[in-house]
């Protein structure tokens, strides 16, 4: 599983479809959106990745 996590101020996002072609760098490198934008988002290959994150973003430690 492929899976993009968005966490920006108060909002939170996963998106779990197939996603071949956002490339977060290539993006930024274009200039459709902001290099420091990058940190909003959060790549994962696998579930425990993405509850990773959403622990995270709610603040709990893994």
Not at 16 to 24: D, E, I, K
Not at 37 to 50: G, I, K, Q, Y
């Amino acid at each position: 599983m492929k899976a993009l996590v968005y966490s920006g101020p108060g909002k939170f996002a996963v998106e779990t479809r197939p996603m071949p072609a956002l490339q977060g760098p290539a993006m930024a490198e274009a200039g459709m959106i902001d290099p420091d934008d990058l940190a909003l988002f959060r790549f994962c290959e696998s579930a425990e990745e993405v509850w990773s994150a959403i622990r995270n973003w709610y603040g709990e430690e893994d």
